[in-house]
């Protein structure tokens, strides 16, 4: 799975750092390269508990997912909020982060629900 969505990921992230320092310069290279590292490591956190928990009891492995998207959230908003404070426009892009950040999330989940669709799952059916 992870294979599936880091390649479109990657594929995208290039086209975007590419078109946001020729469209922004240096500012939108750092905007770029930024949204691609928040991005990867929010979706990489997913799997590794996902890998985690695949041996553990539901209810753990909803917990832990809970756990691990409140802090992400926490973390994102913390970041964001360092971006925003401490940094200007002249020195990251904010355009040219949002711009790759969305389509880096788009381009990862096409490629997980494509890898997905792709398994041949075969889940044993109850008896009657």
Do not use: C
């Amino acid at each position: 799975m992870m294979k599936g969505a880091l390649i479109p990921s990657l594929v995208v992230g290039v086209i975007g750092v590419i078109v946001a320092t020729l469209v922004k310069g240096s500012a939108g290279l750092y905007g770029a390269l930024l949204a691609q590292l928040v991005v990867l490591v929010f979706f990489l956190v997913n799997i590794a508990v996902a890998s985690m928990t695949k041996n553990v009891d539901p209810i753990a492995t909803m917990a832990f997912a809970m756990f691990s998207y409140f802090s992400k959230i926490l973390i994102l908003g913390a970041m964001m909020f360092a971006i925003g404070k401490f940094t200007n426009d002249s020195d990251i892009n904010r355009m040219s982060f949002g711009l790759v950040a969305i389509a880096l999330t788009f381009a990862w989940l096409g490629g997980e629900i494509r890898a997905y669709l792709k398994l041949k799952l075969h889940l044993p059916l109850p008896g009657k």
